[in-house]
């Protein structure tokens, strides 16, 4: 019988921890061990591009023939067998119930299997905690803003790495955003890199969007998206091709809207807390104004700035490997009844 209390059989410091991440339409698996990643596996489906979206039918069926293949090359990549494996770390929300299922079952079966310990990992908890995998490392308290396709928050890390959340989106998140205008500018699924790649040509000035005003630190980017609808219905009504031949334009003063907005928050978020160690996480954070504008606002409030390596930025198991070694050392495992969250 599986004993969920298990204790971990070596010394804390020289764990080897296998991180699974299912949220949404990546599956990945990445080995953390003796303080830094080992193997960090992403397979990703492409499939979800035709439909505009994540199917979430599509993504769990895809994980399904992913997660062992995934999984046996993060041992294979990191030169190890699952008897090397002290602890499994999981997603266990928020994110899609279906995608979910399917690493945390998985999860909880290989636990049984090679009778060690699984703890339970929260995604966006895990995408802010990336900071802290290697490199350039932040000290505590730290602010933070996360900014993916699912989620836009801003948080303060505190020094026993407890995260507590500032403000959040009300609505629709900063990913979401630009997918959304991507696509009514007719670009393909997820939009956000071609938005930043066609606004290095454009005129970030040229058209003015309205952002919505909502409380302190919070965030609504609805509002945005129907600003956006409502301007280019009546510039289309006028010239067929008007999407086509501002297209740069357009997205530069998207891009601009959105990046402006979220400094905005972020900068009264440091001024509110004084904290001056800040950052960005999630899949926006690849964004190089987004990430330009960091810079320019840690050295306008001589703050330091920070940004994990890309492969940490967009989902993958690395960050959750990591966070899952934070919540071992604390013995804080999971049970086999515990069940799967879409929302937090
Ligand atoms: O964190 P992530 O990989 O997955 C989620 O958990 O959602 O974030 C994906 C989001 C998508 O909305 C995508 O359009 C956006 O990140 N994204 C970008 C860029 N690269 C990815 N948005 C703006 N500029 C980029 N360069
Ligand atoms: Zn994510």
Redesign the pocket.
């Given at each position: 019988m599986y004993k969920h209390t298990l204790e971990l059989p070596k010394n804390n410091s020289h764990l080897t921890i296998l991180g699974i991440e299912s949220?949404?339409d990546?599956t990945s698996a990445s080995i953390y061990s003796d303080g830094k990643i080992c193997s960090n596996v992403v397979a990703s489906q492409k499939i979800h591009e035709d439909f505009g979206g994540v199917v979430p039918e599509w993504a769990s069926r895809k994980h399904q023939q992913n997660i062992l293949p995934t999984v046996q090359m993060a041992l294979k990549n990191a030169g190890l067998a699952m008897s090397d494996i002290d602890g499994i770390a999981c997603t266990q929300g928020p994110g899609l119930m279906g995608s979910l299922l399917v690493g945390h079952s998985f999860t909880k079966g290989l636990a049984i299997a090679a009778d060690i310990p699984y703890v339970n990992v929260d995604?966006i908890d895990a995408?802010v905690l990336a900071h802290f995998i290697d490199g350039d490392i932040p000290s505590l308290p730290f602010l933070c803003l996360l900014?993916?396709?699912?989620?836009t928050q801003i948080v303060k890390v505190n020094e026993d790495y407890t995260i507590k959340i500032l403000g959040k989106t009300i609505d629709d998140?900063a990913?979401?955003a630009?997918?959304k205008a991507?696509k009514m500018l007719n670009l393909p699924y997820?939009?956000?890199?071609m938005?930043?790649k066609l606004a290095k040509e454009g005129d970030a000035k040229r058209f003015k969007f309205n952002t919505p005003k909502v409380g302190a630190l919070d965030f609504s980017f609805s509002g945005l998206k129907t600003s956006i609808l409502y301007f280019l219905q009546k510039e289309v009504r006028n010239d067929a091709d008007f999407i086509l031949k501002n297209k740069n334009d357009l997205c530069a003063s998207i891009?601009y809207t959105i990046v402006s907005y979220l400094m905005s928050k972020l900068e009264k978020a440091i001024l509110e807390t004084g904290i001056s160690q800040i950052g960005i996480g999630?899949?926006?954070a690849?964004?190089?104004l987004?990430r330009s504008s960091l810079e320019g606002l840690a050295a306008k409030h001589n703050a330091a700035g920070y940004i994990p390596k890309f492969e940490y930025?967009?989902?993958n198991a690395a960050m959750i490997a990591f966070a899952g070694k934070v919540k071992l050392e604390q013995h804080n495992y999971g049970t086999l009844t515990d069940v799967c969250f879409t929302r937090k």
């Open positions: 949220s949404c990546d995604h995408h900014v993916s396709g699912g989620h998140a990913g979401e630009f997918d991507g997820p939009s956000g890199p938005i930043d891009q999630g899949g926006v690849a964004n190089s987004l930025c967009t989902d």
